[in-house]
């Protein structure tokens, strides 16, 4: 069975009943012993559990988030986990943590000849917004 087949993730928004589904999914595939695929787990839950935040501002759902996308870095050298992870410390307003993290993405995908997913507006969004917070 494919995993991604039975959830729906997207950039757009979405509705409750689906961040609720595929919450309780994934909570469910991550406690099986998972060898093939794990670190596209570790990301799909992630992004589950920012999504429920973004709905309800539960912080225990943006920890979780933190949480998943950590285990998808430093177990597999995730580079969408690392930015995801500055994301996440964002929205908590630890801009220190969020731009180091968004350096390292950087020259992660460099290192990794990458660089066509490097979307240097969002960085400078997220360099921005920083500034105008101190």
């Given at each position: 069975m ?7 993730l997207?950039?757009?928004?979405i509705d ?6 595929n919450?309780t ?6 406690q099986?012993e ?14 589950v559990?920012?999504a ?12 979780k988030s933190i949480?998943?996308f950590t285990?998808?870095?430093k177990n597999?050298?995730d ?8 994301r996440?410390y964002?929205?908590?307003d630890?801009?220190?943590k ?8 950087v020259d992660?995908?460099?290192k990794a000849?990458?660089?066509?997913f ?9 360099y921005?917004?920083c500034?105008?917070?101190?």
């Open positions: 494919k995993v991604r087949d039975e959830i729906r997207t950039c757009g928004a409750s009943v689906t961040v609720l589904s919450q999914f994934l909570d469910s595939v991550i099986l998972i060898t093939n695929g794990k670190q596209k787990l570790l990301h799909d839950i992630g992004i559990y920012y429920k935040y973004l709905k309800w501002k539960n912080h225990t759902d943006i920890i949480d998943y285990q998808g870095w597999y050298q580079r969408n986990c690392l930015w995801d992870l500055g996440c964002g929205i908590l630890d801009c220190s969020k731009l180091r993290l968004t350096e390292l993405y992660e995908r460099v000849s990458e660089m066509e490097i979307d240097y507006q969002q960085i400078y969004i997220r921005k917004n500034l105008n917070k101190s």
